[in-house]
């Protein structure tokens, strides 16, 4: 049932939700009484709504999850429980019962609260994420330490149906059901309708599987036919088949999990009377429930990828304001060149680890489906899965996010760049991706690829390169190549017709004196408006790897000084490559590295982080005038 306005929201008054109003920390919420939580779930539904049409962020995931947090935080004594959130966009409901419900109007800010969980954040937060499918394996480490710590301390982890789809998440279940620690996992499964079968009747089956008289008879008969081995198999074979005429757990049971489940995530009593069963049973638990990502907003409930993330919105309108720019960002320049490119070649196969609206792809998954695979959340899989393709003689584009690649590297390196494989990499999110944080700002790619021998790593400075640097990159057959890109729109650049660009070769943009800044990427716009202060060159260098190195060595004989700027970090970028050039070829002279610093960059808007960086043309200005103050 949706949300009904009755007045326009002005503001987020506290005052107006009583109930919640009481509760500071978990603490107090274990002192209400059961039959007032329905209320206080309507008010946090509420007030979250609220919040976020405010402050703008993650939306719809929080929405799904209100029932369960409440569940979770009346059930377990958090924090000395451990309660892991995967990934975290469902979080904010959590963060504003554990004690940052004053503060969750600045989430995804400079200097606000952080978008996932955070450990440095609050000691509710028991693991730091941004990554999916990681919960598994860290609640089990835990799970481990309490069982040394013999403190009764429980492990619970909330793992969506999205993330569930790694590897590393069945690698955790696998491991767990081996060494048979007390840990629960919670499948949070919001693509899936409680039909007939698995609703009501489930419900009670959860109670009566996670019950002591159903526990006490199961171990009993464990203990009784233990010596015999052929009556202890057929019971488990009998106990299999009657959970799965109603229920999918084999597949659980069969990683050694105890299944309970489906059950409805919205029901609050049925949660906390399941939850409290759980806790008591001894192993590796396994908890399936049913909800409805946008619980609550109409909107959010019938198209939750679009109310997945928002901007600020009035909450009365029921439709999310459209963007006032209308030029074109990355991801889209990159999903037009597939389409383009994919006309006249069938060989074409496009890859994304579970981002095709973020990447761009909507209308080449739609326009080529047999050409379109989306391999759920599994980067590595991606990797070698294109290589695979690529060893059968068809062409793929891996579409991933810069940070997300992290996770594939060794798929990269073995699989790919060792047997030179021609795969083209598309980074989207490359450089500073802003409000997100420091697990998703792109700054380590060109560090961790630029080491790979037969490398190709393409940089470029606006949306027009960008999709000649895509096809030059296609059709290269010499090995892996990379473009790596940012997030958000480009400068406005004109589209030119596609050719194929000279692999290795940059580009003079303006002729100046005494001073050059060697660009890689789309901060050439602040590279020449510094330029043109400073009466310097400015140099496209276009290509990470290779080097134009010709060029470099032009320039570095009639400039003084020489810098070069990126969105990546400093240590091992391309800054870092010019160094190792020039003191190959025993050219010693005066150069400024800017890029990103040896920390991890915290959330912000691109804008605010750029400038605090030095990276716009005010610090490119003020860092080269520092240099001849010295």
């Known amino acids: 049932m949706s949300i009904?306005?009755?007045?326009?929201?002005?503001?987020?008054?506290?005052?107006?939700?009583?109930?919640?109003?009481?509760?500071?920390?978990?603490?107090?919420?274990?002192?209400?009484?059961?039959?007032?939580?329905?209320?206080?779930?309507?008010?946090?539904?509420?007030?979250?709504?609220?919040?976020?049409?405010?402050?703008?962020?993650?939306?719809?995931?929080?929405?799904?999850?209100?029932?369960?947090?409440?569940?979770?935080?009346?059930?377990?004594?958090?924090?000395?429980?451990?309660?892991?959130?995967?990934?975290?966009?469902?979080?904010?409901?959590?963060?504003?019962?554990?004690?940052?419900?004053?503060?969750?109007?600045?989430i995804r800010k400079k200097n606000g609260l952080h978008p996932f969980p955070w450990r440095l954040e609050s000691e509710y937060d028991i693991l730091s994420v941004g990554h999916s499918s990681t919960s598994i394996s860290a609640g089990l480490g835990m799970a481990v330490a309490a069982e040394y710590e013999n403190k009764n301390r429980k492990t619970v982890c909330v793992i969506g149906d999205g993330a569930i789809t790694a590897g590393l998440a069945f690698e955790a279940m696998n491991h767990a059901g081996d060494i048979h620690k007390d840990i629960l996992v919670i499948l949070n499964d919001n693509d899936m309708s409680i039909?007939?079968?698995?609703?009501?009747?489930?419900?009670?089956?959860?109670?009566?599987?996670?019950?002591?008289?159903?526990?006490?008879?199961?171990?009993?008969?464990?203990?009784?036919?233990?010596?015999?081995?052929?009556?202890?198999?057929?019971?488990?074979?009998?106990?299999?088949?009657?959970?799965?005429?109603?229920?999918?757990?084999?597949?659980?049971?069969?990683?050694?999990?105890?299944?309970?489940?489906?059950?409805?995530?919205?029901?609050?009593?049925?949660?906390?009377?399941?939850?409290?069963?759980?806790?008591?049973?001894?192993?590796?638990?396994?908890?399936?429930?049913?909800?409805?990502?946008?619980?609550?907003?109409?909107?959010?409930?019938?198209?939750?990828i679009n109310w997945h993330a928002v901007p600020k919105f009035d909450p009365e309108t029921f439709i999310l304001p459209e963007s006032n720019n209308k030029q074109l960002?990355?991801?889209?320049?990159?999903?037009?060149?597939?389409?383009?490119?994919?006309?006249?070649?069938p060989k074409l196969i496009a890859i994304t680890p579970a981002m095709r609206e973020g990447s761009g792809m909507v209308k080449f998954s739609k326009t080529y489906p047999k050409q379109y695979f989306d391999v759920a959340i599994a980067e590595q899989h991606a990797v070698t899965f294109a290589a695979g393709l690529a060893i059968g003689g068809y062409k793929p584009v891996v579409a991933i996010y810069s940070t997300f690649l992290q996770r594939a590297y060794d798929q990269v390196i073995h699989d790919v760049a060792i047997q030179k494989l021609p795969i083209l990499f598309a980074i989207d999110r490359a450089g500073i991706v802003g409000s997100d944080g420091p697990t998703h700002q792109g700054a380590f790619d060109l560090s961790f690829l630029r080491c790979l021998p037969d490398m190709i790593i393409m940089s470029p400075s606006d949306e027009n390169e960008c999709r000649q640097m895509l096809h030059s990159g296609y059709h290269y057959q010499g090995g892996p190549v990379a473009v790596r890109y940012p997030r958000g729109i480009g400068s406005g650049a004109t589209l030119q017709p596609l050719v194929k660009i000279p692999i290795g070769k940059g580009l003079i943009r303006r002729k100046g004196k005494k001073i050059a800044i060697l660009n890689f990427g789309t901060l050439l716009i602040e590279a020449i408006k510094a330029a043109e202060i400073l009466d310097a060159t400015v140099v496209d260098m276009r290509f990470v790897k290779p080097l134009d190195?010709?060029?470099?060595?032009?320039?570095?004989?009639?400039?003084?000084?020489?810098?070069?700027?990126?969105?990546?970090?400093?240590?091992g970028g391309a800054g870092s490559g010019v160094n190792e050039f020039l003191l190959k070829v025993s050219n010693i002279m005066p150069i400024i590295n800017l890029g990103l610093p040896d920390y991890y960059i915290s959330q912000g808007s691109q804008e605010e982080i750029r400038a605090e960086l030095g990276l716009n043309t005010d610090g490119i200005v003020k860092s080269i005038n520092n240099y001849y103050l010295k």
Not at 273 to 302: C, D, R, V, W
Not at 549 to 570: C, Q, S
């Open 4 to 106: 009904i306005y009755k007045q326009k929201i002005i503001g987020v008054n506290i005052i107006s939700y009583p109930t919640l109003e009481l509760i500071k920390t978990p603490e107090d919420l274990r002192l209400l009484p059961m039959e007032s939580l329905s209320t206080l779930c309507e008010e946090l539904r509420q007030f979250l709504l609220n919040s976020v049409s405010r402050s703008s962020g993650h939306f719809a995931s929080g929405l799904g999850v209100i029932e369960l947090t409440v569940a979770l935080h009346y059930v377990y004594k958090t924090p000395f429980d451990n309660l892991i959130w995967d990934v975290g966009h469902q979080a904010y409901p959590h963060k504003i019962l554990t004690g940052r419900r004053d503060r969750i109007d600045t």
């Open 195 to 304: 039909s007939e079968n698995v609703g009501a009747l489930n419900n009670s089956l959860a109670k009566l599987l996670s019950g002591d008289l159903y526990t006490s008879l199961r171990e009993s008969g464990k203990k009784v036919f233990s010596n015999i081995p052929q009556i202890k198999k057929l019971l488990k074979k009998i106990e299999e088949y009657l959970k799965g005429m109603v229920v999918p757990s084999t597949m659980f049971e069969e990683l050694g999990f105890n299944y309970i489940g489906p059950i409805d995530g919205h029901n609050v009593f049925t949660l906390i009377h399941t939850l409290k069963n759980m806790s008591e049973l001894k192993g590796p638990q396994f908890l399936h429930i049913i909800t409805k990502k946008g619980k609550g907003y109409e909107p959010a409930e019938k198209d939750p």
């Open 329 to 345: 960002t990355f991801s889209q320049i990159f999903g037009d060149w597939l389409c383009q490119e994919a006309i006249d070649d």
């Open 549 to 571: 190195e010709i060029l470099i060595l032009d320039i570095a004989k009639t400039h003084n000084l020489l810098v070069t700027l990126e969105e990546n970090a400093i240590m």
